[in-house]
C-alpha cells in the first residue's frame, strides 16, 4: 500500500501566500504523475496542478501564473506553491499520486485525507 500525508494549508488573507506539501510512503517503486485536486464546499473536486515524473507540469485555468507544482523524486514529495490567493481558492486540498509498488504490477492511483486551505480576510 502506499500512504500519501498532506502537511501545510491553513488561513490567509487574500493576496496572501501559503504552501502545501505531500509526502508518499509505503510500498512504492515508482511514482509517476503527481498532484493536487481541491474540493470546495457544494462543488465538483477539479484538478488544480499535476507533475509528471520527468517535471511536465499542468495547470487549471483558474491557478495559471499564481501556483507552481513542484516534486523531489528522491524523498517521493510533491509540493504547491500559491501565491494572489483569492477567497476563491478556498477549498480542501486533496495530493493525488499514481505509484505502483513492485516492477511487476500496474499503476495505482492514490489519495491524500486532505488540508484545508482558507482564504478570508
Known amino acids: 500500500q502506499v500512504q500519501l500525508v498532506e502537511s501545510g494549508g491553513g488561513l490567509v488573507q487574500p493576496g496572501g501566500s501559503l504552501s502545501v506539501s505531500c509526502a508518499a510512503s509505503?510500498?512504492?517503486?515508482?511514482?509517476?504523475?503527481m498532484g493536487w485536486d481541491r474540493q470546495a464546499p457544494g462543488k465538483q473536486r477539479e484538478l488544480v496542478a499535476a507533475?509528471?515524473?520527468?517535471?511536465?507540469?499542468n495547470y487549471a485555468d483558474s491557478v495559471k501564473g499564481r501556483f507552481t507544482i513542484s516534486r523531489d523524486n528522491a524523498k517521493n514529495t510533491v509540493y504547491l506553491q500559491m501565491n494572489s490567493l483569492k477567497p476563491e481558492d478556498t477549498a480542501l486540498y486533496y495530493c493525488?499520486?499514481?505509484?505502483?509498488?513492485?516492477?511487476?504490477?500496474?499503476?495505482?492511483?492514490?489519495w491524500g485525507q486532505g488540508t484545508q486551505v482558507t482564504v478570508s480576510s
Open positions: 507533475i509528471t515524473s520527468g517535471g511536465s507540469t
Open positions: 509505503g510500498r512504492i517503486f515508482r511514482i509517476g504523475t
Open positions: 493525488n499520486a499514481d505509484a505502483k509498488e513492485n516492477m511487476y504490477s500496474t499503476y495505482q492511483n492514490y
